[in-house]
């Protein structure tokens, strides 16, 4: 029993983490946590299913339906994600019909707000049916198991779930899109061999022959076309300026990790030239795969190069998201293989890839002496590499990368105040730096104190920023809302199509002529420069308005991005890093997000109250609804905690995937661990239960501080120190957070029986309404407040349970 709840929970958390993966390909990110939050439903209603059932029809189910529900559940695996694929495919197609068309990205964004709305949370709604038939299972053994044994059982559940966060992960970094597929549709077919009581030999030879089935259709190249979702081949070259009526000839590769898919095209443009190009995602991110042929003297076309001329040939240069090379080419070609180059790019697959084509040429690139190319995170190696340098580039970052409990882009730890600090003390004197992706406007606030700290030049002085294509000068300071809007052509956009050239010791009157004659020549707009006077142009009032905030606050109520009446502007720091579209939402989404958060938790609230209180016994119903808060207010303080470190601690491990998977595994193992304690607590009570509470409060606390006071010292270790580290630095948290729902279960059941299943009823909504909850309130108070709020639930619980102790003892002496 222990290893059948064991492998489902393991299932459905590792079911949790890939479906995850497939939806941040194809859905945006917006999207996630309300599709998750309606998937996790089904675990309440798992729960309520269970619980409604007579004693009789329950034990039947446990003695003998037990293997049927784990061969439904993995039966039930294949069968979504061939039917998301299905989904994804036609959302995919109408995105990439609106691009085309000239739609602009607010088409694609009403569209996805909107039009694809219904059918994203039907993917919501049939991975529910996973999550209620692995809730049936869990929910069937707790109702009929003893007392004394469920911290045991609930101990199992949260290690399975600890192993499915790691494992699935793993597997996913290095087993492409089939393996971490097969995973999670065969791990149901071993619960089921595990649970099986009647009949064993019977169910564990069916099931057998049903994972070989399972296995078969995984690893079929043509039965997998119908479980894997693809980017529309014609369309998927679409970001491609330079290919602008061009069509994607093939796809020659492609393969997934932790974090995206990743698929080399060929390109054929209207002359009929090839060129190939990496897709990342659903091919929102790109990147060009420039051939290398030593003794060529023709220079590739790169923007990066020219920006490199005009400052005369920088000694050394560091290039982040370096892709495969195509900026370190251009630069190594126009300075005469003179610059010292150290390129950094996170996407192994692709790297390795690009280096088994030997056609190209990247592996001699890479050979020369003077380039040095590291696969390595963008901000972790930002704050290991100690060296100083000339130029300092950061082209498009591509991909966005989703977790199961949270957003994030994968390296949006580049673009906050703490970042361009540690960026600036990189360069040498007369040192500059470019930066392409991310709203200029929120960067400019980043560096404008930083700037000032040093008090050496003005800081209007430093800045230069140049369009990356031609556009319409006055649209882009005055872009107006609609569904044609080109949010790449808008100061407003969060990824406007500008580069911010950044030099600390500010450009000279000759630099400034140089660039605005580069911006002349090849047909781009200058944007600001320091000769700019212009006080309605938005990078003039950032950068010398008298009190930043007002100016910042001031521009957000002129944009026009979110059709008005304005934007929520302000720094990113590395406790809110987000610059996802949805993230950079309009101020009346600011209040819409907090009480669509009390929205979710008074839903779920209802859900619990709905489905307990009709059954609760006569008189009892006080001390009911207690145990309901009390569960609730479990469910909302675990995920709130658990998000928070997930987010907070994506800056220190180099990955918001690592960060989800390792902080996620230490909090469920140690919580583990915590559950199997509370066998060996003498006294189970009231006192029990509060002191808990308040250990689980103070090493919140404590680990938070710890991480905000000592975190930045972690950079300098290998990952694998870091790793661990931050597991103990949890484990304390996580060891008090596994005892309180099976403490609670225990004095809950002194009063009915029936809460081995309510308990789960009601921490079920929970958790769900939780994922959504903390997906609208971390991107406007930051993981920081997550983890206050989770706090404050576990004081509040202490005040709650201290309370009902003092009645209690109160009535008793009476």
Not at 201 to 224: D, H, M, S, T
Not at 242 to 256: L, N, P, T
Not at 754 to 775: E, I, L, P, T, Y
Request: neutral net charge; charged residues 15%; aromatic residues 10%.
């Amino acid at each position: 029993m222990l290893i059948g709840i064991f492998l489902t929970s393991f299932g459905l958390l590792a079911f949790s983490i890939l479906s995850t993966r497939l939806l941040s390909v194809f859905t945006g990110s917006g999207m996630v946590p309300v599709i998750l939050g309606v998937s996790l439903l089904g675990l309440g209603c798992a729960a309520a299913a269970v619980s409604a059932l007579s004693s009789k029809t329950a034990q039947e189910v446990v003695d003998g339906w037990l293997p049927a529900l784990c061969l439904s559940s993995s039966l039930a695996v294949l069968g979504i994600f061939a039917a998301a694929t299905w989904i994804c495919a036609g959302v995919d197609q109408r995105v990439s019909q609106l691009l085309i068309a000239g739609g602009g990205e607010s088409a694609v964004r009403q569209y996805l707000f909107q039009g694809a709305f219904p059918h994203l949370l039907i993917i919501g709604a049939m991975m529910s049916v996973q999550n209620f038939l692995g809730g049936l299972v869990i929910a069937s053994l707790f109702r009929f198991v003893d007392v004394d044994r469920q911290p045991a059982l609930y101990g199992m559940d949260l290690l399975g779930a600890c192993c499915g966060s790691i494992s699935c992960v793993f597997v996913m970094e290095y087993g492409g899109y089939a393996w971490p597929l097969a995973l999670v549709a065969g791990l149901p077919l071993a619960a089921g061999a595990c649970l099986a009581r009647k009949q064993k030999n019977i169910w564990r030879a069916g099931l057998a022959i049903f994972l070989g089935i399972e296995i078969f259709v995984v690893f079929n190249p043509g039965c997998a076309s119908f479980l894997e979702p693809r980017p529309n081949l014609q369309t998927d070259g679409r970001t491609y300026e330079a290919y602008r009526g061009g069509d994607v000839s093939f796809e020659k590769w492609r393969s997934w990790n932790s974090y995206t898919r990743v698929a080399e095209l060929v390109i054929k443009n209207p002359e009929g030239a090839d060129r190939r190009v990496f897709s990342l995602g659903s091919g929102t991110g790109h990147v060009f795969f420039d051939r290398y042929v030593p003794g060529d003297g023709r220079e590739p076309q790169n923007i990066a190069a020219d920006f490199s001329r005009v400052l005369g040939t920088p000694r050394r240069a560091l290039v982040f998201f370096a892709g495969v090379g195509s900026e370190v080419l251009a630069l190594d070609m126009a300075s005469g293989g003179r610059m010292d180059i150290t390129a950094v790019e996170v996407n192994r697959q692709m790297v390795e890839r690009a280096l088994s084509q030997k056609d190209q040429g990247l592996g001699n690139l890479l050979s020369k002496g003077n380039i040095h190319f590291n696969i390595a995170e963008a901000r972790t190696h930002l704050e290991r590499d100690r060296s100083k340098y000339d130029l300092i580039l950061a082209p498009y970052f591509g991909s966005v990368q989703l977790t199961p409990w949270a957003t994030g882009e994968l390296s949006q730890f580049m673009f906050t105040r703490e970042a361009y600090r540690s960026l600036l003390e990189r360069l040498s004197p007369g040192g500059m730096s470019v930066t392409f992706d991310a709203n200029k406007v929120v960067l400019l606030a980043n560096v404008r104190n930083i700037l000032e700290s040093s008090r050496e030049v003005e800081p209007a002085r430093c800045v230069i920023i140049m369009s990356l294509a031609p556009l319409d000068r006055r649209e882009f300071f005055q872009p107006q809302a609609g569904p044609e809007r080109d949010d790449a052509a808008a100061w407003d956009s969060p990824l406007d199509n500008s580069a911010l050239l950044l030099k600390p010791s500010g450009f000279s009157p000759e630099e400034t002529r140089k660039f605005r004659a580069l911006a002349k020549d090849l047909g781009l707009e200058m944007l600001y420069d320091p000769d700019t006077h212009d006080i309605g142009n938005p990078y003039w009032q950032v950068l010398r308005s008298a009190r930043l905030e007002e100016a910042l606050a001031e521009l957000g109520r002129k944009s026009r991005l979110q059709g008005g009446p304005g934007i929520r502007l302000s720094e990113r720091t590395d406790d809110n890093p987000r610059l996802s579209l949805h993230d950079f939402g309009d101020l009346r989404g600011i209040p819409d997000r907090l009480w669509l958060a009390l929205g979710i938790v008074f839903g779920g609230l209802a859900l619990s109250f709905a489905t307990v209180m009709p059954r609760s016994r006569k008189g009892a119903a006080r001390g009911d609804i207690f145990w309901i808060l009390y569960f609730t207010a479990l469910g909302y303080g675990f995920l709130f905690i658990e998000v928070g470190f997930i987010l907070k601690l994506g800056l220190f491990l180099g990955n918001p995937v690592y960060a989800m998977s390792i902080s996620l595994a230490a909090l469920l193992f140690f919580s583990g661990l915590g559950s199997f304690h509370c066998r060996a607590v003498p006294s189970i009570g009231w006192r029990a239960m509060q002191r808990v509470c308040l250990a689980t409060a103070a090493a919140v606390i404590a680990a938070l501080l710890l991480v905000e006071s000592a975190g930045y010292a972690l950079f300098p270790l290998p990952l694998g120190a870091r790793a661990m580290l931050i597991a103990l630095l949890l484990g304390p948290v996580g060891f008090f957070l596994g005892q309180l729902f099976p403490l609670g279960l225990v004095v809950a059941q002194r009063r009915s029986r029936d809460w081995a299943a309510w308990a789960w009823v009601v921490n079920g909504f929970a958790s769900a309404g939780a994922v959504g909850a903390a997906g609208a309130i971390h991107p406007v108070l930051g993981s920081r407040a997550l983890l206050g709020i989770g706090g404050a639930i576990y004081l509040a619980l202490a005040a709650g349970l201290f309370i009902v102790r003092v009645r209690e003892e109160s009535s008793q002496s009476r």
